[in-house]
């Protein structure tokens, strides 16, 4: 008999034994409604960046210092995500190389309209060589959950401080949310 004959003996008798005296008896069924599961979800919400151009005008090619964008966040519009939402982290970055300062105001709103919670800062004036640089990080939990689970807009709002026609530079933006849910 060849050696790898008397080596695959043991080791299927080791295998069945494992197999026989495997232990289930500990095991409530009953108990399956009681897990919950916890899921994260990571998303990138908006990413832009915008130079001088962004602050003309188009139809009169006239500087103007307030820009404004709206987003809708779909994803937020589900009955599912809607009852398991239990935390919610938002990631606002700007690099500001605009020689400016420049007020940032997010605002969150619902269906109707209406301003459940909103995040405003301002990105200090850079260069080039040395960007303003704003990095916030808006944290919801708990009992106001319920306002961003009604939000189904991002409004976004920048305005230029102290700017004219010899400004230049450019202004990029990150958004990011963290999305903790329990089903």
Do not use: W
């Not at 001088?52 to 009955?79: C, H, K, M, W």
């Amino acid at each position: 008999m060849s050696h790898l004959k008397l080596l695959k003996i043991p080791l299927t008798g080791f295998f069945l034994c494992l197999l026989f005296t495997s232990c289930f008896k500990d095991v409530d069924f009953s108990q399956a409604s009681d897990i919950k599961l916890t899921p994260d979800l990571e998303a990138d919400i908006l990413v832009y960046q915008l130079n001088l151009n962004d602050f003309i005008d188009s139809q009169t090619g006239a500087y103007t210092p307030v820009i404004r964008d709206t987003v809708r966040l779909e994803f937020l519009d589900d009955d599912y995500v809607q009852e398991g939402l239990m935390y919610a982290a938002f990631r606002f970055r700007h690099k500001n190389s605009f020689s400016q300062p420049i007020l940032s105001k997010i605002k969150f709103l619902s269906n109707s309209n209406q301003t459940q919670f909103s995040v405003n800062y301002e990105i200090p004036a850079g260069t080039k060589a040395t960007p303003g640089i704003v990095d916030t990080l808006y944290v919801v939990e708990g009992a106001d959950i319920v306002k961003v689970r009604r939000s189904i807009q991002m409004v976004l709002e920048l305005e230029m401080i102290g700017g004219g026609k010899d400004i230049g530079g450019e202004l990029d933006f990150l958004s990011k949310g963290l999305f903790k849910f329990e089903f």
